[in-house]
Structures are given as structure tokens and as C-alpha cells.
């Protein structure tokens, strides 16, 4: 390894329920670009992904596809780019080779590790990576720093991986929103279930939560964190439509309402005193306004003004 130079990086990241997008904030502050919570999680594309792990373990969240959602946010000026190696991903050899490339890196982008949360590296020093703590020192999940030693000894998450965010040209609002838009219909058409996966992503995956919350048998808290993540991203997008969607306000009250009524059911799925048929009720209702949202969507591309957006 050659000589390693030092990095600080004058970051934050905020405390989301989704540290994905947390990171990608963090990112976006950090290389001037000022999105508010709503442009991001809506403009992304994020607000309309749901994944449910098959027993609602908490990993439902976080193991799925996000290249989809990384391309939109190409769009808003960050591109991410993931790192890779050609050895076993079980092997020393992989991580020294993953730590090679993290220690090449530069201030020209920043480091995001892929653990139990998404955390962004604040400081690389000669011997260890320090990371943002979105949550706090007490959070058991956020990792506080990671020795050079001990990433090679695989002595870490062992499903950890590694991404950057550098910065890009920014594309216009109009291409952003349409983006967004053919993401959420994309999103919510998205059928395709392969045999050997637990994951289970749109449609089937607001069907699969119902399902195990009425069968009794399923991940407690895993159940309750999906609930806060997806329930956020809802809330979040109900605040970008009724406020910032100005081709046809009408329409954009509408759909802000429904995305708020979504965040609203699974906020109280998420309630520990009520019984499993009540959360499962909770998120069928949601399932089902989520299900004239593509429609809905669809709607709002015809409405697209490129005059108005710019």
C-alpha cells in the first residue's frame, strides 16, 4: 500500500430513518448543492420504492437494487459509482483490494460504507476510517470507525460494501421531475418475483407485509422499521406534491394527500399496542392507495411543463 494521505471531510448526515438517502444529503451539503428533504426523496426517485425482507427482518430496507434510484440522482448532480473487486468477496484478497482503492481516494468524492447503515467516511487517516454517526454514539448499528487491520482481518460486517459520491452536472428540474415520475410508475408496475429471492419489491411487497403480519409469525421489529423508513418516504413525498408541484396544483394536492394518507397507515401499522390483523389492515389500505398512484402518476407527466420547471 502505498503512503496514505490524510482526509477530513467537513460533513454531516442527517438523522433519517433511511441513511441511504442521509448519505446522499450529507453528499449533496457537502458539494454545495442545497436540495431540501422533500426534492430529494421525490426527485430521486425513493419515495415510491418499498422491499420487504420474506419474514419482515430488518434488512427489508436496505438489500434491494438502488441503481434505479442512483441514476435519478445522477440527475441531481451525484454520481455514484460502487466499488468492486475481481477477487472472492470472502477473501483477504478482496478487501486489500477494496482498501487500496479507498485509500487512492481523493476529496473529489466521498466515501459511503454499506454495513448495517449507510455511513459517510469523515476522516482516513494512516491506520483507520472514521464515519458520520446519523444516529448518535449509542446506536449500536452505526459503526464509529473501522481500522485498516481489522477490514483486511474481515473483522466487520461481512456483507459490507463501499460506494462513492462525486459530483456532476446537474440536469434541469423538468428532466429531474420526469425521471421521478417514470421511476414511481416503473416502481409501482414492478411484478417480477424470482423463485430464489426473499426480497420482495412493489406490489409484492405491500401484499407479502400484509401477509406475514396476519399470519402472527414474523420479525418484530424488522416490521417496525420498515414501517419507519417507507412510512417516511411517503410523508415526505405528500409535502413535495401539495407544495412544490405547480404544473397543476389541483393534481398536486391530490396525489400530496394520498402519499400522506400512505405515510399516515403505515405510521400506525407500526403501532406496538394494536393486535396483527389491525397492522395488517393498516398496510392493505396503504397497498391500496399506493395502487392508484401509477395512474395518478401517469397523469402528472401529461401535465409536465418544461417552461415551468426550469
Not at 449533496?28 to 426527485?43: D, I, K, M, Q
Not at 479507498?102 to 466515501?111: A, E, G, Q, T, V
Not at 434541469?172 to 426473499?198: I, W
Request: net charge negative; with cysteine.
Amino acid at each position: 500500500m502505498n503512503r496514505i494521505i490524510e482526509l477530513r471531510y467537513d460533513l454531516s448526515q442527517p438523522n433519517w430513518n433511511s441513511t441511504y438517502m442521509s448519505a446522499i444529503a450529507g453528499a449533496a451539503e457537502y458539494f454545495g448543492l442545497r436540495y431540501s428533504p422533500p426534492v430529494l426523496f421525490v426527485e430521486s426517485g425513493y419515495y415510491a420504492a418499498i422491499n420487504i425482507q420474506r419474514d419482515l427482518k430488518p434488512c427489508g430496507p436496505y438489500c434491494w437494487n438502488h441503481r434505479p434510484i442512483a441514476n435519478n440522482i445522477e440527475s441531481l448532480g451525484l454520481r455514484v459509482n460502487w466499488l468492486h473487486s475481481p477477487f472472492d468477496c470472502k477473501s483477504s484478497e478482496h478487501r486489500k483490494h477494496m482498501l487500496d482503492q479507498i485509500c487512492s481516494l481523493d476529496k473529489d468524492s466521498i466515501l459511503c460504507m454499506v454495513g448495517f447503515e449507510f455511513q459517510l467516511l469523515c476522516r482516513r487517516d494512516a491506520q483507520k476510517l472514521v464515519f458520520a454517526m446519523p444516529w448518535g454514539p449509542d446506536v449500536p448499528t452505526c459503526v464509529p470507525d473501522l481500522s485498516f487491520a481489522d477490514l483486511i482481518a474481515g473483522k466487520h460486517f461481512p456483507g459490507t460494501a463501499w460506494f462513492t459520491i462525486s459530483p456532476t452536472a446537474v440536469s434541469s428540474r423538468s428532466k429531474r421531475l420526469l425521471n421521478a415520475l417514470e421511476s414511481g410508475v416503473l416502481f409501482y408496475e414492478f411484478t417480477e418475483q424470482p423463485q430464489d429471492s426473499e426480497y420482495y419489491f412493489g406490489p409484492n411487497a405491500w401484499k407479502q407485509w400484509a401477509t406475514k403480519l396476519e399470519s402472527g409469525s414474523y420479525d418484530k421489529h424488522g416490521h417496525w422499521w420498515s414501517s419507519m423508513v417507507w412510512g417516511e418516504s411517503r410523508r415526505q413525498a405528500g409535502e413535495y406534491y401539495a407544495e412544490q408541484w405547480i404544473s397543476d396544483i389541483d393534481l398536486g394536492e391530490e396525489i400530496g394527500k394520498r402519499f400522506t394518507s400512505v405515510a399516515n397507515l403505515v405510521t400506525k401499522a407500526a403501532n406496538k399496542e394494536i393486535s396483527d390483523p389491525e397492522r395488517a389492515d393498516y398496510i392493505r389500505q396503504a397497498q391500496d392507495i399506493e395502487a392508484q398512484l401509477s395512474e395518478t402518476l401517469e397523469r402528472c407527466k401529461s401535465h409536465l411543463s418544461t417552461s415551468e420547471f426550469n
